[in-house]
């Protein structure tokens, strides 16, 4: 079985249910599981009159959208491979993921977005452009330019056989940034997908009725396994709209689409949990005898109405953030997982969950520490490998067949599995003594003065921090208390890690200007801190920190 014939079982079972959909100023355009079905074959027919054929590497680089979803189902009806490129990776990485996957085909959003390839577009293996806008593309004459609702218009209907397609066919080419190094791609079988599916179907029930809002790029493998394909293969509803591509828009979104589910990474709940504590009437909901059904009613009017669940990847989620949330009636479940398990490993279930903890590991995998603390992984969700990597493919697997994921960790005595932080970051102090720097900033996360931060120290006495705070916050807070900036978030950071050992706090910060970016190379797409990228560029500032 592959992942669209997984999907369109319910094009059979439940033709004319929603599958997905996108809101706008426009309104609401729906698509069936039957017509979802149709577009797909009539894309994948045409591709194939290109000649794309099995094996082939098509490429997607675009924001999330309904096409975006009806071509990566028709390149895997063809048995091609889906490559998708997050749209803010820069040229760079875009023209290396291209010319590694040697990508026949590229499918765009716009020319507004390809024009990051203008200088090297010449030295592509890409034959043809297929572009989902044309509205938005201005002065394109060039014969390998196509639209996508022209190049379905121009299949004659026939019926086409398809090639031969099996479950252990590569079904993606996921390449990740990483925090590190050049982006390496992560081949995907349509047998490690759909053990993850399934796995996480059993964990977390999807109902028919559940609407998804998409608000995570579905570049990224952790919004295409679970927030496409699971409620895809459970006949529930997926709803687009612009907060993928415009974090602003999210509450407008919402309200149009009325999720019961919510996936997204830390930082989304990071942020309601900061408007939900600057609410102007907090102190007096938190006095009420009945605050959590106030709150509950609050809180999900703020997701929409129609909330029941929230999931959260990608990093860690501060304890305090989980436990504020699930006491005024709203759960957030927290997961782990990597783009080379498919990926979820584990994940807090509605019945089962530890607040800090990233829940039970799924029922398709096998996860043991190993003597270092390195979490170990073995499973059939666990990738083929990295594409045309064999040597960092074999230096990332056990003897026995355990994938090595970097990150350490321990179970505790009911199963749960903690993440203690990441191999690579250990920072060792002059003193010998190791502090995980994960820790530290996901302790931080939990302040509504303090948008990002990163520990350094390695090799040195003691810990200092970079920090991008919430100015809007910290310039009302700071001038009703007549505090200034910098001591204000001294002082919360104090508070925040006053638990932790002595070696681990924070001595010395420095306060940015502007937070973080992905457009700059400093974050990764899933918002994670690209640490060696971040220490060089700001390599003068830690050394001034140290200096005095």
């Known amino acids: 079985m592959t992942v669209p014939d997984l999907i369109f079982q319910n094009a059979a079972h439940h033709p004319n249910a929603i599958a997905i959909a996108n809101v706008s100023e426009d309104g609401y355009r729906a698509i069936t599981f039957c017509r979802l079905r149709k577009r797909a074959l009539r894309f994948a027919e045409g591709l194939l009159r290109l000649g794309v054929k099995g094996s082939d590497a098509v490429a997607i680089f675009s924001e999330n959208r309904p096409e975006w979803v009806i071509a990566d189902l028709a390149i895997q009806m063809l048995g091609a491979i889906t490559v998708p490129i997050h749209s803010v990776f820069n040229e760079k990485y875009i023209a290396h993921i291209l ?322 932080g990441r191999k690579k970051s250990i920072i060792v102090l002059s003193t010998g003594k190791n502090v995980q720097p994960e820790a530290i900033e996901t302790a931080l996360d939990a302040s509504p003065y303090i948008a990002q931060a990163i520990a350094v120290g390695e090799g040195r006495k003691m810990v200092t921090a970079i920090i991008a705070p919430e100015y809007d916050k910290l310039k009302d807070d700071c001038i009703e208390k007549k505090e200034d900036a910098h001591s204000r978030i001294q002082n919360e950071i104090d508070r925040l890690l006053a638990d932790f050992p002595e070696h681990e706090r924070i001595k010395k910060i420095t306060l940015l200007d502007e937070p973080f970016s992905v457009e700059r190379d400093e974050l990764t797409p899933t918002l994670k801190l690209k640490r060696k990228v971040i220490e060089e560029r700001y390599k003068e500032i830690i050394e001034e920190m140290y200096s005095l």
């Open 99 to 420: 010319n590694d996957c040697r990508a026949r085909i590229l499918i765009a959003s716009d020319n507004h977005l390809f024009e990051k390839l203008h200088l090297s577009r010449e030295r592509l293996p890409v034959e043809r452009i297929i572009y989902f806008s044309k509205n938005k593309i201005m002065g394109i004459h060039e014969n390998r330019y196509l639209f996508f609702r022209e190049l379905a218009k121009k299949v004659k209907g026939d019926a086409v056989q398809f090639p031969a397609r099996y479950a252990s066919d590569i079904a993606t080419i996921i390449y990740t940034s990483g925090t590190t190094g050049a982006p390496k791609g992560v081949a995907l079988t349509h047998e490690n997908i759909i053990s993850n599916i399934e796995a996480i179907r059993r964990a977390i029930p999807v109902q028919r009725r559940d609407r998804f809002l998409s608000i995570l790029p579905l570049s990224h493998v952790f919004e295409r396994t679970a927030g496409c394909y699971v409620p895809l293969a459970s006949g529930a509803r997926i709803v687009y709209g612009e907060s993928a591509r415009n974090q602003k828009a999210i509450t407008r979104d919402l309200k149009r689409a009325r999720p019961t589910i919510l996936l997204g990474v830390p930082r989304v709940f990071e942020k309601a949990y900061d408007n939900v504590l600057s609410h102007k009437f907090f102190p007096l909901l938190e006095r009420m005898p009945f605050k959590r059904a106030i709150w509950s009613y609050v809180i999900k009017k703020r997701f929409g109405g129609a909330i029941r669940l929230c999931i959260s990847g990608g990093a860690a989620l501060g304890p305090p953030i989980g436990e504020f949330f699930h006491a005024r009636g709203l759960t957030i479940l927290e997961g782990y997982g990597l783009t080379e398990t498919s990926p979820v490993i584990s994940c807090n279930r509605e019945t089962e969950h530890v607040f800090g903890s990233c829940g039970i590991p799924l029922d398709n995998v096998a996860v043991k520490i190993a003597g270092d603390g390195e979490i170990l992984v073995k499973g059939p969700s666990v990738m083929l490998g990295y594409y045309k990597l064999p040597s960092e493919t074999s230096e990332v697997f056990t003897g026995d067949g355990f994938f090595k994921t970097g990150d350490l960790g321990l179970i505790d005595e009911l199963g749960f599995l903690h993440i203690t």
